[in-house]
């Protein structure tokens, strides 16, 4: 069988300028723009604008991709921040060209890589609806036919002739979801901005996306950094590191437990310290993360579930707010939330106060015999409570591993990891 998607020593590569002067006089801008104008270099990504004393830097976004993806299969993209997979779905959205290689298609594709993607601001959702069928090649009756299934799901019919410019985020999502999903394309091609939706979005956008892969044969491409999403809607998978694909696998979840083992055979064993002012804002400054035994030492190696452990979170804050909420999630490695804890948690009495700017540290007691063995992520999340997110779960936030073994009970016949999510320790008693 022919595959529908088949890439060949795909390549894809930027120029970068790294700026040595800090001081640019007139006659350097008035240079630069005389080379621009005459330059034949494409593709320059900087901070700004090249200036004299600049040096260039070939960087290679992708390089040598081959992959072939039959017709109906769903693929999971997966890897770390700056792997290069939203750059290869722009290649293969045709957004932009590859510097090397070739990608062959077969069949319309539709793709939503971030929010507004294919939409015109000025126009309403209508218009827009109609707009997205246009460009995929459909006629009017086409889409009209589509039209109503496209609204229910996106559950916008009363902002319908509203321009979309005036549309939360959650929104333009579905909407755009809804037109890429519905209007019969044979390659869906979707990146994170799922996750700009709600909870039960979510899981209709998966729903959706497994139904028109096994029902009605498309193809469906799928980057997201949920381990849970990827394994209950891919059948394949791809692993991406610095631009190359690393590991391929027709088992989804054998290739996310090797990703997330290599994580955390690399880095963040039981700490995450500082070393950038990435998470730096002005309500809650982290520059320390890390699991501790009750004298505040840092835990090194495996920890035993039967010790008692304490999670601490070392940060400058500059600003008071009443509404200040700081806390962890605790990820399992299919990237399911086991639990998560708030310093506002308890009764408002027994909350931990802040009372003046200054370094602080926020310390949670962990609780033992409750997970399984295994290896856990614990991320920092946070924000203000009901105004806004600082640390939003499962967004790139600070984070460390851990790794549980021994210790889950004192009992003899309970000496093994069971076969559950979480492996609490329970009193019984007869009751006459």
């Not at 002005?282 to 320390?288: D, I, V």
């Not at 990820?331 to 408002?348: A, E, L, M, R, V």
């Not at 559950?420 to 019984?428: K, L, Q, T, V, Y």
Request: some cysteine.
């Amino acid at each position: 069988m022919q595959p529908i998607i088949k890439v060949e020593n795909l390549g894809k590569s930027y120029i970068i300028g790294h700026q040595r002067e800090k001081y640019v006089a007139l006659r350097d801008v008035l240079a630069n723009k005389t080379r621009q104008m005459v330059s034949k270099t494409k593709n320059i990504l900087s901070g700004g604008q090249l200036i004299a004393g600049d040096e260039m830097e070939e960087f290679w976004a992708l390089k040598d991709i081959n992959f072939e993806v039959q017709q109906g299969d769903r693929v999971g993209i997966i890897g770390r921040n700056g792997a290069g997979k939203s750059t290869l779905l722009k290649v293969l959205s045709r957004i932009t060209e590859p510097t090397t290689g070739r990608i062959h298609l077969k069949g319309r594709v539709a793709s939503l890589l971030e929010v507004g993607t294919g939409f015109h601001p000025e126009l309403s959702g209508r218009e827009n609806i109609y707009l997205n069928g246009a460009i995929l090649g459909m006629g009017r009756a086409e889409v009209r036919k589509k039209f109503d299934e496209i609204v229910d799901f996106a559950g916008v019919e009363k902002f319908l002739d509203t321009p979309v410019k005036r549309y939360s985020s959650g929104m333009y999502v579905r909407l755009a979801f809804a037109v890429a999903a519905h209007l019969e394309p044979e390659i869906l091609i979707i990146d994170e901005v799922l996750a700009v939706g709600d909870a039960e979005f979510q899981k209709k956008c998966l729903g959706k996306m497994e139904d028109v892969s096994k029902n009605d044969g498309r193809t469906v491409l799928f980057v997201s950094h949920n381990m849970g999403a990827i394994a209950s809607l891919c059948n394949r998978g791809i692993l991406l590191t610095n631009g190359e694909i690393i590991k391929r696998e027709d088992s989804v979840t054998a290739l996310i437990q090797y990703y997330l083992n290599e994580s955390i055979n690399i880095q963040n064993i039981n700490l995450w310290e500082r070393n950038s002012d990435k998470f730096d804002n002005e309500y809650f400054s982290p520059y320390k993360f890390y699991i501790s035994d009750s004298y505040m030492k840092q835990e090194e190696g495996v920890l035993s579930n039967n010790d008692d452990y304490y999670i601490n979170i070392a940060a400058n804050i500059s600003k008071i707010d009443n509404a200040l909420t700081i806390g962890y999630a605790v990820f399992d490695q299919s990237n399911n939330c086991i639990f998560w804890s708030y310093q506002t948690d308890s009764n408002q009495k027994d909350w931990p106060l802040i009372k003046s700017p200054g370094n602080y540290t926020l310390r949670s007691s962990f609780p033992k015999r409750l997970l399984n063995e295994g290896k856990y992520r614990i991320e920092l999340i946070g924000g203000l409570h009901y105004i806004k997110w600082i640390f939003e779960p499962q967004k790139s936030n600070p984070y460390f591993f851990i790794e549980i073994n021994g210790g889950l009970s004192d009992s003899p016949y309970y000496t093994h990891k069971r076969e559950s999510i979480i492996a609490p320790i329970f009193n019984w008693e007869i009751i006459d």
